[in-house]
């Protein structure tokens, strides 16, 4: 696909009607995520674990765009006792959801760890998202359209889960023998492991899917170098220095190009189940939305087996039966 051809956010096909959570929503990514799909007609929930950041966030799209349909829902992904209150909650005031942008991510901090006890990157971008997708995935396959879907015209039920992983992912492992960092920790390792969690885990959800017979599509994507506050978050020292003062200035695009891989992986009709979808440019560092390669380890059932099981303990959640072999 030459540069003339790359896919936009025009290319979105018309939200009306269609309900949409992203994590993460009040900056960067999720924020430019969330107005494209607001541009485009969709109810929005921006889920956001300041809630005083998302009414900022959603007062800046709606000063753009005063017809929005947005609304703020505090969302800790750390705390499993938060996602499922905001998971009880939004169940509580919508029949239905058609996309899940599993988008918010913490990025190198010194070791912590949640409130149950988890290293907290691991249980921020990984954990979170699964307990988030199971308690969420009845109403993301329900076929019950919204009166404003159907009065619309608006493209048929088509719901998605997208998981946003990283370049990041290539160079990341599942430590099973020292999941919390005790007996060595490093901030970028750990990281990498929780991109390569989201990557692993959307590919075993595709296979468990596909394998139940769902209408619910999972799809991965990745932003390539983004400039973000991910990167300026990264405690002082060498990381902050690296990724953000230097680096993205330099290299880094703006959220809105970064955006569009998990945008074409969350509307566009042609996606399917299972790909991976991200730059199209020089080392998948910036450029339109394309398919990518997944890491064959990230690939691999038996080790997406693992992380799911190990998951589901974790989380105290079950969800969908694991796929044939």
Request: proline share 6%.
């Amino acid at each position: 696909m030459t540069q003339d051809q790359r896919w936009t956010t025009e290319q979105i096909p018309d939200q009306t009607g269609r309900v949409c959570v992203v994590t993460g929503a009040n900056s960067g990514l999720g924020l430019a995520t969330t107005r494209a799909l607001a541009r485009r007609g969709g109810h929005v929930v921006l889920a956001v674990r300041d809630e005083a950041k998302g009414q900022r966030a959603l007062s800046e799209v709606t000063a753009e765009l005063p017809d929005a349909h947005l609304e703020v829902r505090r969302l800790d992904l750390a705390d499993l006792d938060s996602v499922r209150e905001f998971a009880d909650q939004l169940r509580a005031d919508h029949q239905r959801l058609d996309v899940l942008v599993n988008n918010a991510g913490v990025m190198a901090p010194p070791r912590s760890l949640s409130a149950q006890g988890h290293e907290l990157q691991f249980a921020c971008n990984h954990l979170g998202h699964f307990a988030l997708t199971g308690l969420l995935l009845d109403l993301l396959a329900s076929p019950k359209p919204s009166a404003s879907l159907e009065q619309s015209g608006s493209p048929r039920h088509d719901p998605r889960v997208v998981t946003v992983s990283s370049i990041n992912h290539r160079q990341g492992r599942i430590r099973f023998d020292d999941l919390t960092g005790e007996r060595g920790y490093s901030p970028m390792a750990f990281y990498n492991q929780s991109k390569f969690a989201n990557a692993v885990f959307g590919r075993e959800l595709h296979r468990r899917l596909t394998e139940a017979g769902s209408p619910v599509r999972s799809v991965l994507a990745h932003p390539g170098y983004t400039a973000t506050n991910l990167q300026m978050s990264a405690p002082v020292g060498l990381w902050r220095v690296v990724l953000g003062r230097l680096g993205n200035p330099l290299f880094a695009q703006r959220p809105e190009g970064g955006a569009m891989p998990q945008l074409y992986a969350a509307t566009e009709p042609g996606v399917a189940g299972g790909e991976f979808i991200g730059p199209d440019g020089l080392a998948e560092l910036r450029g339109g939305p394309t398919r990518v390669r997944l890491s064959p380890a990230a690939a691999d059932a038996e080790t997406g087996r693992r992380l799911w099981e190990l998951s589901e303990r974790l989380t105290d959640l079950r969800f969908l039966p694991p796929a044939s072999a």
